[in-house]
């Protein structure tokens, strides 16, 4: 009776609700396609909620006698010309918000990007650590509703009319301690349910919740800032929120925890079965006899310490490779617009606005990078290889974007999406598929768990460079953009020099592979001729 409460209590509410009415459960591939849809809801919902701010901005802190339309695209038209004012209008009555209106407005608003990137980055090594420890499915409910909570917060701050600049610092640093539950969470989950075989194409195509999620935070904040900037920080943090409800109602963990056998677990070899959908669907008509032994042995994990887990063979070099590989893709992310809105395109140059629908396009060649190099990584089964072809490949791409961006726009769109296709292509490939399989090495024992652990040193670290890169770019820009540009292209060729001994190795794999095989083709044939 006893394991059968604490098997209930491991089966999500809405699982078990659904199996109540149906009156048996579904099969093994439904339940796959239910974790792949909550937890890309569930980090969508997260880059949703961090889009604000960068919305915000132009009310905070407005650029005097202009205003650009709020609206982003694909509700605004792509190119749009600024629109002049008188000296104290403004289209939605803001004439900023004290303490970012003022002289310093810019720069306390940089601070508390960075603010929030600083604790992020930190906030990520306990909480992969403690994915790893706590049950999953409510330490990522408790980060994401935690995540509305402050994010909603800073937006209070316009009803209760506070002007304290330390009021909006701490509510930023404490919703990047809880943003940083996100990741390590959902790869772990995800890791949970899919073995490595097709696992870097499934993760390319969900880790598309990244530019979906922008896109998303940026509709809903911009659609309801003409009622007040609050709203569209309180609107974002209501949608994690209640995703955050819906991860808690049924999002499942652990296959075990509802009767399916754990695809990484010790009795399944590495390459064949954690993949085999149809021979793990063999096991289902027995999965109620089983689901017991196998929930307990879910259970009695034991989690994997950060240091332990810093030794996992390639966590280090991913882990810096990383560093320089986010360094380059959050420049972009935070400076294009900008970049792009001080550069003359086709001879004129173009308003703030229209370069912000401009950068979108990057993102868009990122979504395809991401599944190009989850797909290329599963059919050579390198991913070391894959990751730094891409990182090298990024170098002549950002120097063509440089030299000849300025062209037309066709050109400079054309430049940028294959750009963003080499730059974020390792980047996700990375953060999610090369996360997952450290997480589940042969070097650990199949009693320990680590996929959160292992993603969240990565992306940990990865983070400190995606706040360093913007930082340095805010110094260098002021020495000319070719210096930028200098410092990326260093960046790529860094990222890709740290994961050599990875590339030698997986080289050196396939080499023996080969000749096994020709040796062994060899004799048959010699036995077939005897």
Not at 378 to 385: E, F, G, P, Q, T
Request: aromatic share 12%; glycine share 12%; charged share 15%.
């Amino acid at each position: 009776m006893a394991n059968n409460l604490d098997a209930m209590r491991k089966i999500p509410p809405g699982i078990w609700l659904i199996r109540k009415i149906r009156g048996n459960d579904c099969s093994l591939k439904t339940h796959r396609y239910m974790v792949l849809l909550v937890t890309f809801i569930a980090y969508t919902s997260y880059h949703a909620s961090r889009k604000p701010s960068s919305i915000v901005k132009s009310a905070l802190d407005p650029e005097p006698n202009k205003t650009t339309n709020v609206y982003p695209w694909p509700i605004g038209s792509v190119f749009v010309k600024d629109e002049f004012l008188g000296e104290n209008k403004d289209k939605f009555g803001y004439k900023g918000w004290e303490p970012f209106n003022g002289k310093d407005g810019t720069e306390k608003l940089g601070l508390i990007d960075v603010a929030f990137l600083a604790c992020y980055s930190l906030g990520m090594f306990g909480a992969g650590h403690l994915g790893d420890t706590l049950d999953l499915r409510l330490f990522l409910t408790s980060g994401m509703i935690g995540s509305g909570i402050f994010v909603g917060l800073f937006g209070m701050g316009y009803f209760w009319n506070i002007h304290v600049f330390g009021f909006y610092l701490v509510m930023q640093m404490v919703a990047g301690l809880f943003q940083a539950t996100g990741w390590p969470s959902v790869v772990a989950v995800i890791g949970n349910w899919f073995g490595k075989r097709r696992r870097g194409l499934i993760m390319g195509i969900w880790n598309a919740h990244t530019s979906v999620g922008n896109i998303t935070g940026s509709l809903i904040a911009a659609s309801v800032l003409e009622y007040g900037w609050g709203w569209s920080f309180i609107a974002p943090g209501t949608f994690i929120a209640i995703s955050g409800i819906l991860v808690f109602l049924f999002l499942a963990a652990y296959p075990e925890d509802i009767g399916f056998p754990c695809p990484n677990g010790p009795a399944t070899r590495a390459e064949a079965v954690p993949c085999d959908v149809e021979a793990q669907t063999q096991n289902e008509g027995t999965a109620e006899g089983k689901s017991a032994p196998i929930r307990d042995r879910s259970g009695a994990r034991r989690s994997v310490g950060l240091l332990e887990a810093c030794l996992i063979p390639g966590v280090i070099p991913f882990s810096f490779c990383l560093f320089f590989s986010k360094l380059v893709a959050y420049t972009f992310l935070y400076w294009l617009p900008f970049y792009l809105s001080q550069t003359e395109i086709g001879g004129e140059y173009m308003s703030v606005k229209s370069a912000g629908n401009l950068s979108t396009l990057f993102d868009v060649g990122g979504i395809v990078g991401g599944i190009l190099a989850g797909h290329i990584s599963d059919k050579l089964r390198a991913r070391a290889i894959t990751a730094a072809s891409f990182m090298y490949a990024a170098i002549p791409s950002m120097l063509l974007y440089r030299l000849y961006g300025n062209l037309s726009r066709t050109v400079n769109i054309v430049l940028m999406m294959i750009a963003g296709l080499f730059i974020n292509g390792p980047y996700a490939l990375i953060t999610t598929a090369v996360s997952a399989d450290l997480g589940t090495h042969s070097s650990l024992r199949g009693d320990s768990r680590a996929l959160a652990t292992v993603t969240a040193i990565i992306d940990g670290t990865g983070s400190i460079g995606a706040a360093l890169g913007p930082l340095l770019t805010g110094f260098l820009s002021t020495k000319g953009w070719d210096t930028v540009f200098v410092m990326l292209m260093l960046g790529a060729l860094i990222a890709g020099l740290l994961l050599s001994h990875q590339v030698v190795v997986e080289i050196n794999e396939k080499t023996c592979k080969s000749m096994r095989s020709s040796s062994g083709q060899q004799s048959s044939e010699g036995n077939a001729m005897n």
